[in-house]
Structures are given as C-alpha cells and as structure tokens.
Antibody, heavy 122, light 107 residues
C-alpha cells in the first residue's frame, strides 16, 4: 500500500524557516517524480514544487522561487521542503503528492499524504 | 501561467441528480487535465485523468470529457458520498495549476 506521511509543520514567525518531510512507502520511491501541493485555509489547491527522480530537475511556482527548496533522499525514501523567509501568505496545509509520469509527460497526482499545517504568524 | 476557470463555483443538488462541472483553460492543454474530489479535512482524491480516463476504484457514475480548452466532469447520479469540492488541474505546462474548485452541496 502506497503511503505518504508528512511531518514538520507548525507555527513559525514571519521571516522564519521550516523544513517539511514526507516519508514514502509502498512503492519504489526512486522511480517517481515527487511534488508538494498546498492549500491555504478555506482556499483551493496550489502546486508548489516538483523534483525529478534523481533530483536533477526541480520546478517551483513563482511565489516560492528563491525561498523554498525541494529535495529528496532516495536512500531514506524521503522528500523534503525547506521553506525560508516565510510569509503570512504561506500559511497552508502542505501535501506531499506523487505525480504519475510516463515518458516525460505527467497525468495526475495519484497519491497524496494527509498534509501538515504550516502557520506563519507573529 | 495557464488559468483554469471552473463553473459553477458551487451548486446545490439532490441525490440522484445528474451534475456537470465545467473547467475552461486559458489556452489549449490537449487532454492534460485531471479531476479530484476533496472532502472537508481530507486530502484530494483522484477521479479522472487524461481528461476522460477513470482512475481505478472510482465509481463509473463519474466521467470526464473534453479537449483543448473546455472540459467537463459529470456525475450521472449523485450519491450522498459525492457531496464535496471538485477541482480540475492541468499538467500541460509549468506551473501546474488548479481550478478554483466547485462545491457540491445538498439541496
């Protein structure tokens, strides 16, 4: 059974940093792209970042470029999101998600974690 | 960035009703679209991918159609467990974007 379990969320002051983790199991982690998706309270979904299987390609939504860094450790079956210079508008539930990609094209997020809440407030 | 506009933003329907949700893309995205269902406090659940392919385990009352810029998600006979918020998402190009959501409520 595929499982994605996020951790690391919490309350942080504006300008602060936080590192999210996602522990993956039930599939060969190193074979898949991975993503972070967030959802502000009462709002819709927003894709945040992607990382290729070997970490050689990374993509970000413009609003987090230069502040967030996605990374992975295939030996530990883990995905990370380092978030720096946090702003109130980064407050959201952050989901780890697995995109289903074949031959350079992606088609969906077929598995999601339960999410971890990040609150940026003084 | 490709914008996805869903309509309506919300709707009220009764059990057994046929429900259609529309997603319009700001530019052509072939069939690179997926649909998700999200219930309060839960992670999204994949329903449809590649515009019209039903995800394994999803009831056949859900269907998707469209290509290019106009897409629809149809629930042929609404069930009590279908009351939720539905999102479309495009995978055509970065940044991947979602529609703003359509909340389906009980009439």
């Amino acid at each position: 059974e595929v499982q994605l379990v996020e951790s690391g969320g919490g309350l942080v002051q504006p300008g602060g940093s936080l590192r999210l983790s996602c522990a993956a199991s039930g599939f060969t982690f190193s074979n898949y792209w991975m993503s972070w998706v967030r959802q502000a309270p009462g709002k819709g979904l927003e894709w945040v970042a992607n990382i290729k299987q070997d970490g050689s390609e990374k993509y970000y939504v413009d609003s987090v470029k230069g502040r967030f860094t996605i990374s992975r450790d295939n030996a530990k079956n883990s995905l990370y999101l380092q978030m720096n210079s946090l702003r109130a508008e980064d407050t959201a539930v952050y989901y780890c998600a697995r995109p289903y990609c074949i031959g350079g094209a992606c088609y969906n997020f077929d598995y999601w974690g339960q999410g971890t809440l990040v609150t940026v407030s003084s | 960035a490709i914008q996805l506009t869903q309509s309506p933003s919300s709707l009220s329907a009764s059990v057994g009703d046929r429900v259609t949700i529309t997603c319009r893309a700001s530019q052509g995205i072939r069939s690179d679209i997926a649909w998700y269902q999200q219930k309060a406090g839960r992670a999204p659940r994949l329903l449809i991918y590649d515009a019209s392919s039903l995800q394994s385990g999803v009831p056949s009352r859900f269907s998707g159609s469209g290509s290019g810029t106009d897409f629809t998600l149809t629930i042929s006979s609404l069930q009590p467990e279908d009351f939720a918020t539905y999102y479309c998402q495009q995978f055509k190009s970065y940044p991947w974007t979602f529609g703003q959501g359509t909340k389906v409520e009980i009439k």
